[in-house]
């Protein structure tokens, strides 16, 4: 019997083959912290080793995605405290402005096969270029991170199946908020998922990502695809084609479960509040009119140089609606000059969006982009949990970024489609 | 061992933003004032009561508790606030990790047998629940070994201090 994705990286990283229901501990390529939870990862590595210590600090990140620049004290007090433990430890640190912690692995780190950890639910986005990527808490990321190793149960997997092309005004984001609302937001609970069919080859790596990002919102461990020209293409793009190797599941591979999606019957979807599970067509949300007084495009999942496109065409040579927000947070900096030399960011501009640095952004819910009671913000982010914008009496609706651009136009909740019917895409 | 505490019901769903809500990261680094927001948006009364320190409170919760974010400090508020052990239908799988490695036990049942203010008997050997309130005796889901082992020498890092280093007995 052959080897799914998830089994087959672990077995090659251990030499040995396992599967689901083994347990594996092994070496761990690449481990980050944030810096809403690296002070409480430090102080754990601190509880274990008796000092600030890292096995390897080459494979350690920190980066300050969630509170910079500060704007309270505290955060400012945080940066320091990890800028020093960065000093003390020769780890890797990205600062304010570089981009997010998701991004940044998959530009600059993570290579195909690699065993990935971050405290931080979303690390599996880098499980887009066939890496073990998993999100943990602070204590196993100061352990991965202290002793260079961590234990994972190796997980079960469903597969999907993707078929058809896409329609227009449809997305990697509508996919995987289908996939939610097909399997609930604890459908994939400790599983992995993968991604395989036809349709997956027509899905860049900045699509990829945005659906490996939401493995969380399934409850799964990770989502992956496998790495492919794609794969290769895209770490050419960053300067690291040499880190580039395939990696296919067998044929014989055994799952959970499979489904098969038929990605040409979609519309676009969108996720009313509270959680990313109450997914409902765009045909029908739109016909409520719901007055948005937000819109943010960003975050490790749209918050890439293809999502900002595609909302900038859909503003180009059109004003954001009176009495509304659009927040850009381009997902790094590598994505933020892009765009600037595409003319993708004087597009979003003229059309009345504020730009800001390459961040999380209003995401997280700490400092940027809140909101006050009653208001309502259409958000490219993968969660909308009650308070997830500051404000447990706010509501949060989760949409692609063609959808959000459609929406800061029309003030409503809108459909995209509409805008893209002149040959803009 | 065996846990009393008397029930506190949250419902399905509950993610670790309404935890531990991402307005009061300020206080990451203070837990202690922290704690008083915990389980706010979920329930506001419930720090308030819990700090009291009157009785012990057992989190009793629908499916999926503790999904979202990875933030440990969910995990580490409810301990903090004296919960002695949490009770749902199911687990998101970081929060469950956490739990236990912190030293929090965790434990699955079918908690619509479980009404708010029912007197808990937990245990944990066993996975018993007793309701004492009602009379009855719940089965518990069964902890994985290597998170009872994890939880019998009370969190992660004293596992690994006490055994020089991150190894588990085979099973």
Known sequence: MGLTLAEKILSMRLGYDVRAGDIALCEVDMAIVQDGTGTLTFDVIRQLMGRDFLKYPERALIVLDHLGPPGRPEYATMHGRLRKFAQETGCLLAEVGEGISHILLSERYVKPGDVVVGADSHTSTAAGMCAFATGMGSTDTAIAMALGKQWFRVPETIRFELHGKLPQGVYAKDIILQIIRLIGEDGAAYKAMEYGGPAIKELSMDARFTITSMAQECGAKLGLFPSDKETKRWLKLHGREAHWQPIEPDPDASYERVYEIDVSKL?????????????????????????????????????????????????????????????????????????????????????????????????????????????????????????????????????????AAATAIEGVIADPRPYLKNGTE | MIIRGRAWKFGDYVSTDLIAPGRYANLRDNLNEFVKHVLEDADPKFAPAALERKEAYIVVAGRNFGQGSSREHAARLIKLSGVPIVLAKSFARIFYRNCFNIGLPALTTDTDKIDHGDELEIDLEQGVIHNKTKGTQLPAGRIPPIMMQILSEGGIIEYIKRHGDLVFEKS
């Not at chain 1, 208001?375 to 308070?387: H, L, M, P």
């Open chain 1, 267 to 403: 519309e676009p979807l969108v996720s009313e509040p509270h959680t990313p599970g109450n997914v409902k067509p765009i045909s029908e949300v739109a016909q409520k009119r719901v007055k948005v007084h937000q819109v943010f495009l960003g975050t490790c999942t749209n918050g890439r140089l293809e999502d900002l496109k595609v909302a900038a065409e859909i503003v180009r040579g059109r004003q954001v609606a009176e009495d509304l927000r659009f927040l850009v947070y381009p997902g790094s900096r590598w994505i933020y000059r892009q765009a600037l030399k595409k003319g993708i960011i004087r597009k979003l501009e003229e059309a009345g969006a504020i730009i800001a640095h390459a961040a999380c952004g209003p995401c997280p819910g700490m400092q940027f982009g809140l909101l006050s009671d009653g208001e309502v913000c259409v958000a490219t982010q993968n969660r909308n949990f009650k308070g997830r914008l500051g404000n447990p009496n706010s509501f949060i609706y989760l949409t692609s970024p063609a959808t």
